[in-house]
């Protein structure tokens, strides 16, 4: 049986600098299952490095509202910006 194809929210973050430069980036990335989604970001060269909170699989109707040049792209917070973690 194939697995199915989700989506995953990733946040890097190094808590190891100062409190407010922890952030290092987020991005959308597709997957099979979390550590797909991980291993996508490796290898699209968008994963920072650092410790990664995940949310995911983000339901549909959510990823289909995400632009298209918001996706397998490592973000800054103001790029982040649209879909309120809330919603996932």
Do not use: H
């Not at 199915?4 to 990335?29: A, H, M």
């Amino acid at each position: 049986m194939e697995k199915t194809i989700g989506w995953y929210y990733l946040s890097f973050c190094d808590t190891e600098r100062p409190k407010g430069e922890q952030f290092l980036g987020g991005c959308y990335v597709p997957g099979s299952d979390l550590e797909a989604a991980i291993t996508n970001s490796w290898e699209m060269k968008i994963n920072p490095g650092g410790e990664v909170a995940v949310i995911g699989p983000i339901p549909e109707e959510i990823v289909d509202r995400l632009p298209p040049e918001r996706r397998c792209k490592l973000l800054t917070k103001e790029e982040i910006g649209g879909i309120e973690v809330g919603e996932l």
